[in-house]
């Protein structure tokens, strides 16, 4: 369903999960499809605005939505803090590595004799909070997936990561969340009570999701 919600409103957002690189042949990355990501560029479009997506992952999309496609946390950040100057509205729908290797080697890793190997991991920037922090005009939406105790989390990270809106899901169930269609989430802001979804589509909960945005936003 197409209306002008988002109507002149430029909407940032990240999808898909990050690869960090371990060798040039091998990466560390996650299970996120992108799916949500997608989903919410399009419920955007439809609502009328002018989307940028910074992504890992390539999907087809309906509407026109401007794609930059990156592979590692840092690449998403550069790009993220590039284009975050320009946008009205940023949402962080990609599921991104909190560590990466410390060193990436130049050369395939061997095998050798030895039956253990350890990898050093060094933190990632988040992303988001550092839009949270920075923000100016901007309404930023992080996203949650949490195994237990999602409120208390997903209201604690509202608050740390300096976002407007927090939209929270039980990824412990298998029916909903990460390569599922279906999707059912909780959305917190400061100002309401906790808004629980229905199950339905990730499209369906994508534009629910952008309505609540377009409501608090304008
Ligand atoms: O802290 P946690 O990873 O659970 O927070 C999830 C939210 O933070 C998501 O919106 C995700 O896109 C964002 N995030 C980020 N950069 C990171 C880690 C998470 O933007 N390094």
Redesign the pocket.
């Known amino acids: 369903a197409q209306n002008g919600a988002l109507k002149n409103q430029r909407v940032l957002i990240?999808a898909g999960g990050t690869r960090e690189a371990l060798d040039p042949v091998r990466f560390l990355t996650n299970r996120s499809s992108g799916k949500m990501g997608y989903a919410l560029a399009q419920a955007a479009a439809e609502a009328g605005a002018s989307v940028q997506l910074i992504t890992t992952i390539n999907r087809n999309v309906a509407y026109s939505v401007k794609t930059i496609m990156v592979e590692s946390?840092q690449e998403m950040?550069d790009q993220v803090m590039s284009h975050v100057p320009d946008s009205d509205i940023f949402i962080?729908?990609?599921?991104?590595?909190?560590y990466r290797p410390a060193q990436k080697a130049d050369q395939k890793i061997k095998k050798t004799d030895d039956n253990n190997m350890t990898i050093n991991l060094v933190k990632?920037?988040?992303?988001?909070?550092?839009?949270g922090r920075h923000k100016r005009q901007q309404y930023v939406?992080?996203?949650?997936?949490?195994t237990q105790d999602l409120l208390a989390?997903a209201d604690a990270?509202l608050k740390t990561?300096g976002?407007d809106m927090l939209v929270a899901n039980d990824v412990s169930r298998s029916d909903i969340g990460f390569s599922s269609d279906d999707n059912q989430v909780v959305v917190l802001t400061a100002s309401h009570e906790p808004q629980y979804l229905p199950v339905q589509s990730k499209l369906d909960t994508a534009r629910a999701i952008i309505q609540l945005i377009a409501k608090e936003y304008n």
Request: net charge negative.
């Open positions: 990240t946390t950040y962080s729908a990609a599921a991104v590595a909190d990632n920037p988040d992303i988001l909070a550092e839009v939406v992080g996203f949650a997936a949490e989390y990270k990561k976002a």
